[in-house]
């Protein structure tokens, strides 16, 4: 006959598990189904600072963590009732299936040591062969650290999130401030079409326009230092002093050398103002062109191809209070239709994915277009394609000028 195995022994069974709880680094303890404590581990003594002789074979496992009686988390398993877990628990899991346990979190200020810790606490039930309910067990974490650094993660991204919004009313307000200073009516009344795109909130190029009372048209395309805010101030002061020497028929030569003055005087060293400047004649066909530190102004015919192109021959603005920097201004004739296109260095420069800027050829290839054609939004799909959804790192700005015959 085979031998028969030998009965188990319960006894010795239990008392391993009693010793095997007692002794895990998890601070656990484990209630009957009377909700008496039968187990209060060397874990959970540290945790608690309340010892096992204090608390086993009574409901008093509460004054572990709190001031006055109210149910832990293994009551409510204990219990089967979960009316109360939103007023006991800050963070738990919805109850729905109890046999598996049941999640929760929450801060506890810890009578016998007197310190507030932030437990993390997990709760089953066991059963026996039969169903009926032997035990509870309840493990407990202490997550303080981790929650405090939670908690400070939480404010300081609550003060950015301040700072940001301050900041988005402020940018707001100075754009508004900006935009109230160009007079876009005088830009339609000139008939120029031009686009500014901004590699942030606020744009560093600037570009004007305006009628003088004797009928001449001026234009103006300037490129502040950077982009931004600080850029977009940088321009600031050109604004009012163009309009002011327009509307008194000056110069071309005089509003290059009073904007080249007020910005030597205003802005901080290492700034300056790249521009070019048009003053076109269009009854007598002639102008004038002004290039300082931006890329050359192309005078393109009917069919789009490039008749001339006005490079820089001047110093930018603000960048010496000596006029003798600036004074280079050339001339120019039309006996056909014609177009003047000036842009900023961020057309030039705009870079795509691979690393290549859009460069000359791209740009005379957009350019190649009949007069009748959209030149800006020509440009733009270029660039567009061109950028392949990369951010543009510098403001874009094109300003188109018709010269009629």
Not at 272 to 278: G, L
Not at 303 to 311: D, H, I, P, Y
Not at 361 to 390: F, G, N, S, V, Y
């Amino acid at each position: 006959m085979s031998p028969q195995p030998a009965a188990p022994d319960h006894g010795h069974a239990t008392s391993f598990a009693i010793t095997l709880m007692a002794h895990l680094v998890v601070p656990t303890f484990v209630l009957d189904a009377e909700r008496r404590v039968l187990i209060w581990n060397h874990a959970c003594e540290r945790l608690t600072g309340i010892r096992a002789d204090e608390v086993i074979g009574t409901r008093d496992h509460w004054r572990a963590f709190y001031d006055s009686p109210r149910p832990c988390l293994a009551d409510l398993v204990a219990d089967n009732d979960w009316t109360a877990i939103d007023k006991l628990y800050t963070t738990h899991d919805a109850p729905d299936t109890p046999a598996f346990g049941v999640h929760a979190e929450n801060w506890c200020v810890m009578p016998a040591r007197g310190e507030r810790r932030y437990l993390v606490v997990d709760a089953g039930p066991v059963f026996d062969d039969a169903g009926q309910l032997v035990a509870v067990v309840e493990t407990l974490r202490d997550n303080t650290a981790n929650k405090l650094n939670e908690t400070k993660v939480a404010e300081q991204a609550s003060i950015l999130q301040h700072h940001y919004e301050e900041h988005e009313r402020e940018a707001k307000m100075a754009r508004r401030i900006l935009d109230h200073q160009i007079r876009t009516d005088l830009i339609r009344q000139a008939g120029v079409r031009y686009t500014v795109m901004p590699a942030t909130h606020f744009s560093g190029d600037l570009i004007l326009a305006a009628r003088a009372p004797d009928g001449r048209l001026f234009a103006l395309l300037a490129d502040a230092t950077g982009h931004g805010l600080a850029a977009a101030v940088s321009v600031l002061p050109v604004v009012q002093e163009f309009y002011r020497l327009v509307e008194q028929d000056e110069s071309l030569a005089t509003m290059v050398e009073s904007i080249n003055f007020v910005l030597a005087n205003s802005l901080p060293a290492g700034r300056f103002v790249a521009a070019a400047f048009v003053c076109l004649d269009e009854a007598a066909h002639r102008g004038e062109v002004w290039v300082g530190g931006i890329p050359g102004v192309h005078l393109l015919d009917d069919t789009g191809q490039v008749l001339r192109c006005f490079e820089s021959r001047n110093l930018p603005l603000g960048v010496s209070r000596d006029d003798a920097g600036i004074d280079a201004i050339e001339t120019l004739a039309w006996t056909a239709p014609a177009r003047l296109v000036l842009l900023s260095d961020g057309v030039i420069e705009a870079t795509g994915p691979g690393g290549e800027a859009f460069g000359e050829l791209r740009l005379a290839d957009a350019l190649a277009c009949p007069r009748d054609t959209d030149l800006i939004a020509r440009l733009r799909d270029a660039l567009t394609a061109h950028l392949d959804t990369c951010p543009a790192h510098d403001d874009i700005s094109v300003l188109v000028i018709d010269c009629p015959a």
